[in-house]
């Protein structure tokens, strides 16, 4: 038979046996840990005797019992209450929101390396009314020459101080570009000198060991 708690109507698969007693019997449900008395069956009270009454007694917790040919019935589970659902949602968010400000964060605090590393980049921070001073000021690039040789490609140059006070040397950014003018690869070498008095000249020199086939045109930038 199926007996359920009166409190949270868990149903529980019993043996009518079990309940058939003259005084009934107390039972407790395994889920919520409620306890109730079931009355017997109307013919096991009309065999109650009149002279002897039997005290109820609390008895173990329901179990359910395996029906032939199939498993236990499965234990009833608790689902979580909404407020903890929505508590978990908004703790999420909030982490969401805190990754994706310092992620911003740092784009703005680092927007030179950004740009150095992504020349494109610059275009965005503009948008945004962010302004980023191009590295290397004073500093001017000139007789940029490529040349392709058995090992590999080398790119060559002259930096020269154009300013009226001696300057600092950034690293240089050298990419290689396609016919469409869009970047195939670039390295960062570091300057052949890390200062440079006014109207001073240095030579850089480096190169690609496997270049891209596909290669036809070199930008060299300054980077930070």
């Known amino acids: 038979m199926i007996l359920a708690c009166p409190a949270c109507r868990t149903r ?4 009518e046996q079990e309940l058939n007693r003259p005084a009934g019997r107390t039972v407790r449900c395994a889920n919520c840990g409620h306890t109730w008395h079931r009355p017997p069956p109307l013919e096991a009270r009309d065999r109650e005797p009149l002279a002897r009454p039997v005290s109820p007694r609390v008895g173990p917790e329901l179990e359910v019992p395996p029906r032939p040919g199939a498993g236990p019935l499965p234990t009833p589970t608790s689902r979580p209450h909404p407020r903890r659902r929505r508590a978990v949602g908004w703790v999420l968010l909030g982490s969401i929101a805190a990754l994706l400000a310092v992620v911003i964060l740092t784009a703005i605090i680092a927007r030179k390396e950004v740009v150095a590393m992504w020349p494109a980049a ?22 940029i020459a490529p040349t392709r040789t058995a090992e590999g490609l080398v790119i060559e ?5 154009t300013s009226s006070t001696a300057r600092d040397v950034p690293r240089l950014r050298v990419a290689l570009r396609d016919t469409a003018e869009k970047e195939t690869e670039f390295k960062i070498i570091d300057p052949p000198t890390p200062r440079l008095a006014p109207g001073e000249t240095a030579h850089f020199k480096t190169s690609f060991d496997h270049p891209d086939e596909a290669a036809t045109g070199v930008l060299v930038t300054f980077a930070r």
């Open 12 to 15: 529980y698969l019993v043996d």
């Open 122 to 143: 610059a275009r965005f921070y503009t948008l945004a009314g962010l302004t980023v001073t191009p590295p290397g000021p004073g500093l001017e690039l000139a007789k």
């Open 157 to 161: 140059g002259d930096i020269t101080n």
